[in-house]
């Protein structure tokens, strides 16, 4: 170790064991005394007992030191963490925002955006608060490490199966979004080759209340190619994917996210110049008719919480940011960002669409995209962007979710050839029949929200800040009524996914 200090000075070095009996075959002895460690580091202070560097082998880390410079900009965290938690809700904002009205509509987008940014800004603080403890100084945190740290066992496992039915959502919602755009762009290829991709004379500038509705006389002659065979002919390219033991290759393609929600954004900024203003908020009779506020806001609360949900992964994101005193700060900002981008893409869609505004939240999947037309070209170009981008953020998520869960109950990421198959059988299996039987994207991303959403963004967050301040005699009884009146709102979110309230008056 004297050789890595010397080349990189008084910077700290992260380093973690990995599996030695998996990496470098069994040793008895030095396998006892790796356990021997490991049960010394998870000894509950003030009996942790911390074992000298010098005496455990270098075989048993992955030594990744931190250099001076490598520490990011405040400026790099907010659009990591802007990236990150932009996605697939995007697409379906217009929709969602429809069943709360205009008005509350942009208020419940801002109001979840800030209560989600409060609960994210405690993960990092009561993360960062005990990384300070002479324990885990030299160990980076996560917050289920916290979790595990404050509470027993089964409530980090509890954290852990909400992170994995995040992930597994975000899975199944990658699914139908390939499938209905891999079977849209096949339907506009086969208007090309027929000669029949018009698209300089679309009535409407492209506008339709249901792009396949709209085709359906070309999709009779595609018996082979249906929204329930495409499904499962994706199986042949992204199983595959799925089987790789190491995902750096794919995570190359990060980048392809940015380009792809700056895309997303600029489509809906064409066609809203193209289409002018068509609202009305006065005149119920009106096929331009929005309602300034609908009581099935909770439709649009769900959603939220996965758009926002970023709990799981928001210590990693800010760990190397370079002054962490604008870790809320940043952190703040970003959450900030991402709220305007929904209400800019969600409100100017829905302002500007020309025809009976029914028609956004009646589409099966309720995606901006199928209310354009597939002979339309920025469609067209903007769903190959999209496919691009999903084949390789697919593998990436399943992998996350696979490491995730192999390490949980196995202990080691990857375990055997045999696990992966079996397990990206399991997950593709069911991704494929919500592509079938259930591609309502809008619908899975507010019930997969509601869920993780109660455990990782209203509760635990917290209850454990709620104990940090316990253990450090700085918790208030007004503290914990609000906190308290946080979780019961994660409840009230999730319970109330089922109704529709307007049904009842």
């Not at 000894?43 to 048993?60: G, N, R, S």
Request: aromatic share 14%; charged share 10%.
């Amino acid at each position: 170790s004297s050789g890595i200090n010397a080349e990189y000075g008084d910077e700290p070095m992260w380093r973690k064991p990995f599996n030695y009996s998996v990496q470098h075959g069994i040793d008895p002895e030095k396998l006892s005394r790796l356990q021997r460690y490991r049960y010394y580091q998870r000894l509950a202070p003030p009996m942790t007992i911390i074992v000298p560097d010098h005496i455990i082998p270098p075989e048993f880390y992955s030594v990744v030191p931190v250099e001076r410079g490598q520490k990011q900009s405040s400026m790099v965290t907010i659009f990591s963490l802007w990236n990150t938690m932009l996605g697939t809700s995007l697409l379906c904002m217009p929709a969602a925002i429809l069943h709360a009205g205009l008005f509350l509509g942009c208020f419940v987008i801002f109001g979840v955006g800030a209560l989600t940014c409060y609960t994210a800004v405690l993960v990092v603080q009561v993360t960062m608060d005990i990384q300070m403890l002479e324990a885990f100084r030299k160990t980076p945190l996560e917050f289920v490490d916290v979790i595990e740290y404050y509470m027993p066992h089964p409530s980090a496992m509890v954290a852990l199966f909400s992170g994995a039915a995040s992930f597994l959502g975000a899975l199944m919602v990658f699914w139908i979004l390939l499938s209905n755009f891999t079977y849209g762009s096949g339907i506009a290829i086969g208007h090309m080759v027929a000669g029949e991709f018009d698209y300089h004379n679309l009535p409407h500038s492209g506008a339709v209340c249901d792009a396949y509705d709209s085709s359906s006389n070309v999709t009779d002659h595609w018996t082979i190619w249906s929204s329930e065979t495409v499904p499962i002919y994706l199986i042949v390219i992204l199983f595959p994917l799925c089987c790789l033991k190491s995902a750096t290759f794919l995570s190359k393609f990060n980048s392809l996210g940015v380009i792809c929600i700056l895309f997303a954004v600029a489509f809906v900024v064409v066609k809203a110049v193209l289409w002018g203003i068509n609202i009305s908020i006065s005149d119920v009779t009106s096929i331009h008719y929005i309602t300034p506020a609908a009581i099935d806001f909770n439709k649009l609360t769900g959603t939220l919480t996965l758009s926002f949900f970023i709990h799981n992964a928001i210590v990693a994101l800010v760990r190397n940011n370079k002054n962490s005193k604008n870790n809320k700060r940043d952190v703040s900002i970003a959450f900030l960002m991402v709220a305007v981008t929904y209400a800019l893409v969600g409100v100017l869609f829905l302002v500007t669409y020309p025809l009976p505004k029914h028609c956004i939240a009646d589409v099966s999947s309720q995606l901006l995209f199928d209310n354009v037309s597939l002979k339309d070209l920025l469609v067209f170009f903007a769903k190959l962007f999209q496919i691009l981008q999903l084949v390789t953020v697919f593998p990436l998520v399943n992998f996350v979710l696979r490491s995730q869960l192999f390490l949980g109950f196995f202990k080691d990421p990857f375990c055997s050839y045999k696990h992966v198959i079996a397990f990206n059988a399991l997950v593709l299996t069911i991704c494929v029949c919500i592509s079938i039987f259930y591609p309502r994207v809008n619908t899975v991303i507010r019930y997969v929200g509601s869920v993780a959403g109660l455990t990782y963004i209203f509760f635990f967050p917290c209850f454990i800040y709620l104990l940090h301040c316990y253990k450090n005699n700085t918790l208030t009884w007004y503290s914990a009524v609000i906190h308290g009146f946080i979780i019961l709102l994660g409840v009230l979110n999730l319970i109330s996914q089922p109704l529709t309230f307007s049904d009842f008056l």
